[in-house]
């Protein structure tokens, strides 16, 4: 992290080389199996519970662009662009929309800047939303209840008007009551189809 500062241009070399692996790997794929991906997955962690982990200035050079031509390249394909990011990354969602992504996951809701209502609000002309209902507090120490309620108002707000697939914010964790993932399952199946 302190390279970003004090050697970008080895920053630099180093994403290109990473960047253009990926590139060349999901080029092929593409050309292998023409018109059969629908999504791409491009993802960056920059986000931590409560703000970025790099400065927008500093996501805007080193990342953007090179995950914006990951972008394009799974659009020219006929893919859509799932992207991940944990945590509080509001600040930096036009940039991330602007540059292409169509899903936006895993929405971290309690994360500062990351409510529901304004996402929704402000960006859900733009993108779809997937997760939402949460790992880390509803699904591994929540009731039943609380987990049902919690899906719900994850369909009555994410999902108004569509644009919403349900999903836990990130991976189950192994914590987490099997009944607690049931109940997020059925509560979905049976109050979220459209």
Known sequence: M???LLNPEMVHYCLDKLFHLAYENTRRIYEAIPGKVMITYVAEDLGSQESLLFSPAQIREFLLPRMKRMMDLAH?????VFHHSDGAIREILPDLI??????????????KGMEREA?????????IFHGGVDNQYTLAFGTVEQVRQEVMDNLRI???????????????QAISPPENI?????????????
């Open 119 to 127: 996402l929704k609000r402000d960006f859900g002309a733009k993108v």
């Open 98 to 111: 602007a540059a292409g992504i169509d899903v936006l996951n895993p929405i971290q809701w309690r994360c």
């Open 2 to 4: 302190m390279d970003l």
């Open 158 to 172: 994410l999902g108004a008007g569509g644009g919403y697939i349900l999903a836990p914010c990130h991976n189950i």
């Open 182 to 194: 049931v109940a997020m399952y059925d509560t979905g199946y049976e109050h979220g189809r459209m």
């Open 76 to 80: 020219q394909a006929g893919a859509y």
